[in-house]
């Protein structure tokens, strides 16, 4: 299995273009330091490609990645659809700019695509220029990752979600309640046996997330924020990470205590501005490698 790290930050991406706080300005005076909004690639077939999460920077992720690049055709891609971890705009806006698709599949939850269909009319305003087909990503369940329109296809990737929280997007707050709002991705490669856990949002660390992450060879986990009181301290919210829906790498509540005891190769992703982790220098980084974890980095490229 290949999977391809297209981003690593949190909402905002690093710069966010209204911020200026030391993570900002540091990536604005250092482009290594810039983090594009968080998304990864996985090659299901050869040459054929899924996108978990499409967002905002969705053009400059696939023109930074030769094998998400047209051709040979004039107008063919290997990017076949887009798997959705969540409804939140961050992760979907990227879906419109894909519009100049012939087709699309997009495989989500019930709910992320009542909230994609019903709130942000997707299918509404994408019909004229292209054709989406919907999946239904069930959670438990693990079904192909499907390399087209027609059904299941010779590719051994399998794909199952784990549902991770029932947070909604602001846009979509009064929507029912469910517990697949947000799901963690458990990817099989049934050929070679190994798999891969993509949890960019963990609220919980609950029993059925912690079975995924013991079985996976691999493990990428929200690392947002550093510690819980970081968004009141830094003053971007009222709330602490976890009352936003985003367990903290440190302390009690932190997951980095629960990733050291894996046997798996760990690595934090979907950090936000302000968490230390933005700058390379930060001591935050030595901690992480005595526990043998690891920060995500754009372009990173992950073989199983
Ligand atoms: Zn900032």
Known sequence: MLLQVLGTAAGGGIPQWNCACPGCSGARAHCVRRRRHASLA?????????????????????????????????????????????????????????REAEGLELLTTAPVRRALEDRLHLGEVLAPYTTLTWWELEPRGAQPLRADAAGPSASGVRISAVPVSDKR?????????????????????????????????????????????????????????????????????????????????????GTAGILATLSARCLYTHLNNTNPLVDPAAPQHKQLARLGIEVADDGMVIEL
Do not use: K
């Not at 094998?67 to 992760?91: F, K």
């Not at 697949?180 to 099989?188: E, F, G, K, S, T």
């Open 169 to 253: 997007p602001r846009y979509a707050a009064d929507d029912p309640a469910h517990d697949a709002w947000v799901v963690a991705l458990r990817l099989y490669d049934s050929a070679t046996g190994r798999s891969a856990l993509y949890a960019p949002a963990v609220a919980t660390w609950s029993d059925a997330l912690h079975s995924a992450a013991a079985e996976a060879d691999c493990v990428i986990v929200d690392g947002t924020f550093w510690d819980d009181e970081e968004p009141r301290r830094t003053g971007i919210s009222a709330r602490t990470a976890t009352g936003m829906g985003h367990l903290p790498v440190d302390g009690p509540d």
């Open 42 to 98: 996985v090659r299901a077939d050869e040459g054929r490609w899924y996108l978990v999460n499409a967002t905002p920077d969705i053009g400059d992720q696939i023109e930074a990645h030769p094998a998400l690049h047209p051709g040979p055709g004039p107008r063919q891609t290997p990017i076949a659809g887009v798997v959705l971890t969540d409804a939140e705009l961050d992760h979907t806006l990227g879906i419109w700019r894909l």
